[in-house]
């Protein structure tokens, strides 16, 4: 494509937003209507509809369509990331109709896939591109109403009565208010809470939400309280069951600024759009943007230019992909705090991938044996408490095992339950073969590190992880006021049960109580234990992350899992984050790093991970990783990422085999 060359683009989806971005094209000067996909394709008005353009039968044979540079998505919200991912894949340029997916996970995915291939994506808010949006902003900046104190704003209809056969009625295709419309007045105020900073937007640290949530299961009517770290202090609300004045409020130390409908902004067709100025002292201003361009034509020419220019995502004051991300993640804490989850999020129907394929085990991420394990394991081992829900998780989980991963890492305590129930949840609904897997499972945390714990928390455990047994276990913690034997008693009896299949052992045990476990074991004919699950890692941990935590770095500890051959699951394994440019000398506001892992010594490795990461052409985080890897007894790695980017970028680094020259020169 030439710099002046139109944008050649296709739309899936024929709805109503789909003849409106039409129009947009259509009044363009960058873009051009080339096809309409429509899986059916025979009804007789999309002709009419789409003058001039293609209909093509089923959105995947517009992907295929070699005439086609870009693709709008104007499907419902649940349609909108798996077909822009597809788009993506298809190498082809997407813009998704608001909003681009229904969570910050799911359009974390869809980034991630486009960072990828090199390709535009976007997120359509129209009124983002307008010049009636700019001039609000210049207004504001200029502080004609002095500084910025409160923004309140909606977008809020009634429909009259409840449809449940209306996309907007409708659990199974996420509607009500806080996606389709909320969306907006969040937008605006995170737009406007930034100008004052002098940045594209500003994220709240503060989001609580209330709504009405109708007998179709999706928000008639919601409202959420935002709170930005420069004082401004936003509320909105939405609503498909409540006529509301839509009329955005600005509120400041000397007067206010009002929008009626901003998001329509000069009209679809051009017109002219009104500012009302209100200052104290009774003053009233009017301020008009008269503009004769078609509304949809601007995101148009912005996601046009875009891509003549090889930019992958929209300038400023279109939606960036952070942009984009923060503002999903404001949706995402108000559906939370309404209670409100989409039927297509639980793992009763996404049963697939976000693109919508059943996820297949890849064969990238290599396997090892690990003693005592009768099955090939990954050499590395993915945990994923951080997840809010199955939804979020099962986009890692999915791209772990289809990279070729099969080792898993749970806890009975993780986010009280929940980290096992969305790994029981995925493996079921995805029906990957247990054999495939390797589950590791921990118990007995303080204060419940007690040996009569263990078998109770397993029970629980293994119905919340919906199997019958893990491959590997481990004690949480210890308690050294009990007798040690005490302990391989409970867990040699789970290993006779068949609850337990593969090694147990500790996890933050010392060497010392591990020792006397093993002799117990070995003098009263139990199974002795054969793990351990402490901290390992390129830069040594000073002081515990958290109490009870037992790193085993040191040379004392690699003599003794030398002699031993014992694997070790290794936690924070690459430093949590000091071998990133997070965590450099006169970075000193992260209060963790600093005390877990400033040292003159973990500053001399992490420079050295530095240099050797530059003669290799990778980060020094990789190294960490490599480093771990590399040593003479089996470490796996617990790695916990927490997008998708994150758990490439570390399996990126598997193929890195240290020399033992070079690991003994990173450790100095």
């Given at each position: 494509m030439t710099d002046t060359a139109s944008v050649r683009w296709g739309i899936i989806g024929p709805g109503t937003i789909a003849r409106t971005f039409a129009d947009g094209i259509a009044h363009s000067a960058t873009g051009k209507l080339i096809a309409i996909a429509s899986r059916n394709p025979d009804k007789p008005e999309l002709a009419t509809q789409f003058p001039g353009a293609r209909i093509v039968n089923g959105y995947d044979a517009l992907l295929?369509?070699?005439?086609?540079?870009?693709?709008?998505?104007?499907t419902p919200h649940t349609g909108h990331a798996e077909w822009a991912i597809k788009t993506i894949r298809a190498g082809k340029h997407v813009l998704v109709e608001k909003p681009i997916a229904l969570s910050a996970y799911d359009a974390d995915a869809i980034f991630h896939e486009a960072r990828k291939a090199g390709v535009f994506a976007g997120e359509a808010f129209m009124y983002r591109l307008h010049p009636q949006t700019a001039k609000l902003i210049e207004l504001i900046k200029s502080g004609v109403i002095g500084d910025i104190r409160i923004i309140r704003s909606s977008f809020g209809f009634n429909m009259g009565s409840v449809r449940p056969d209306h996309r907007l009625f409708a659990n199974d295709t996420a509607g009500g208010g806080i996606l389709d419309v909320g969306c907006y007045p969040v937008s605006m105020a995170r737009l406007i809470a930034g100008s004052i900073e002098g940045k594209p937007f500003l994220e709240p640290d503060f989001v609580s939400g209330a709504g009405h949530l109708g007998q179709t299961g999706v928000d008639e009517w919601a409202s959420a309280l935002l709170k930005f770290p420069n004082g401004i202090v936003a509320e909105v609300s939405c609503s498909i069951m409540a006529e509301q004045d839509n009329t955005l409020r600005i509120i400041g130390a000397q007067g206010r600024i009002e929008v009626r409908d901003f998001w329509y902004a000069s009209g679809q067709q051009g017109g002219t759009g009104k500012i009302e100025i209100f200052r104290s002292g009774g003053v009233h201003e009017t301020v008009e943007v008269e503009e004769g361009r078609w509304l949809y034509a601007f995101e148009v020419d912005a996601a046009g230019n875009a891509i003549r220019e090889k930019r992958q995502e929209f300038a400023t004051p279109g939606m960036s992909w952070a942009d984009s991300l923060?503002?999903?993640?404001?949706?995402?804490?108000?559906?939370?705090?309404?209670?409100?989850?989409?039927?297509?999020?639980?793992?009763?129907?996404?049963?697939?991938?976000?693109?919508?394929?059943?996820?297949?085990?890849?064969?990238?991420?290599?396997?090892?044996?690990?003693?005592?394990?009768?099955?090939?394991?990954?050499?590395?081992?993915?945990?994923?408490?951080?997840?809010?829900?199955?939804?979020?998780?099962?986009?890692?989980?999915?791209?772990?095992?289809?990279?070729?991963?099969?080792?898993?890492?749970?806890?009975?305590?993780?986010a009280g339950g929940k980290t096992e129930e969305i790994f029981g949840d995925w493996h079921t609904s995805r029906s990957v073969p247990r054999e495939d897997i390797v589950l590791i499972g921990k118990g007995a945390h303080s204060p419940l590190c007690y040996p009569d714990a263990i078998g109770k928390q397993l029970s629980r455990s293994l119905d919340r992880l919906k199997t019958d047994h893990v491959d590997v276990y481990f004690m949480h913690r210890d308690n050294p006021d009990i007798p040690v034997g005490e302990f391989v008693d409970a867990m040699d009896a789970e290993v006779k049960a068949g609850r337990i299949r593969g090694p147990f052992g500790g996890s933050n045990w010392t060497r010392e109580r591990m020792d006397k476990a093993i002799a117990y074991a070995v003098k009263n004919g139990k199974t002795a234990p054969g793990a351990l699950s402490n901290n390992f890692s390129l830069a040594e941990m000073l002081d515990p992350i958290w109490a009870g935590c037992v790193a085993a770095s040191d040379e004392n500890w690699k003599s003794w899992l030398n002699a031993k051959q014992m694997p070790n699951f290794a936690w924070s394994s690459q430093g949590r984050g000091f071998f990133t440019d997070r965590a450099g000398r006169d970075k000193r506001d992260d209060e963790e790093l600093v005390r877990v892992w400033y040292s003159d010594r973990n500053f001399g490795r992490r420079d050295r991970a530095i240099e050797l990461a530059g003669k290799l052409g990778r980060n020094p985080i990789h190294v960490a990783l490599a480093y771990v890897l590399a040593q003479p007894f089996p470490v796996i790695p617990l790695i916990g990422p927490r997008t998708l980017g994150e758990l490439e970028d570390s399996l990126s680094a598997l193929d890195i085999n240290l020399t033992p020259d070079q690991v003994k020169w990173l450790e100095g």
């Open positions: 295929r369509d070699p005439e086609i540079d870009a693709v709008y998505i104007a923060g503002n999903l993640r404001v949706l995402d804490q108000w559906r939370a705090a309404v209670g409100l989850e989409y039927s297509i999020e639980k793992a009763a129907k996404r049963t697939t991938t976000i693109s919508g394929n059943v996820p297949v085990q890849g064969k990238s991420v290599p396997k090892r044996a690990i003693p005592g394990l009768a099955k090939p394991a990954s050499s590395v081992a993915l945990g994923f408490e951080f997840f809010p829900n199955f939804a979020a998780g099962s986009l890692t989980l999915d791209a772990y095992y289809e990279a070729g991963g099969n080792l898993f890492d749970t806890a009975f305590i993780y």
